[in-house]
């Protein structure tokens, strides 16, 4: 995969996207995608990506090299382009080449997706609220429980 010129112009164009405000249209292509093709939900992988570049677009989440970032972007790139390897109309075997990219990018950034769900689980945790404690009223006074 690593060679392949097809992925590779993937890649490219995916470097450009990320640059562009057109990428949060992409992301949204994906995750309405992954809702109609049956095998493609069953890569948990892919809404963790969108997740990831989402929160790396809007500048929450940059603890990320450049090449590992192209790399997920050309993943999701590549599965809502039509024509790939395998045309998507060929539906019973058009997906097959979109999971095996999938696959590639997953053991390629498994280490970054690591380093990204521990950081959203550490700023899901930070960013909940705090529980607000029952408060009485004596003598017109609001008094903690």
Do not use: C
Request: aromatic share 8%; hydrophobic share 45%; glycine share 6%.
């Amino acid at each position: 995969m690593r060679n392949n010129i097809r992925f590779k112009t993937f890649q490219e164009n995916a470097n450009r996207l990320l640059q562009s405000r057109r990428f949060g249209q992409i992301l949204t292509q994906t995750e309405s995608l992954l809702k109609t093709i049956p095998g493609l939900r069953k890569l948990t992988v892919i809404p963790e990506y969108i997740s990831l570049l989402r929160d790396y677009l809007r500048g929450a989440y940059t603890d990320i090299g450049k090449v590992q970032l192209v790399l997920i972007a050309a993943g999701l790139l590549y599965i809502v382009t039509p024509a790939d390897l395998i045309p998507d109309f060929h539906f019973a075997i058009g997906f097959l080449d979109d999971i095996a990219v999938m696959e590639y990018v997953a053991l390629a950034t498994r280490g970054e997706l690591k380093k990204y769900k521990a950081w959203r689980k550490l700023h899901s945790m930070a960013e909940e609220p705090e529980e607000e404690k029952p408060l009485i009223v004596i003598e017109g006074e609001a008094v903690e429980l």
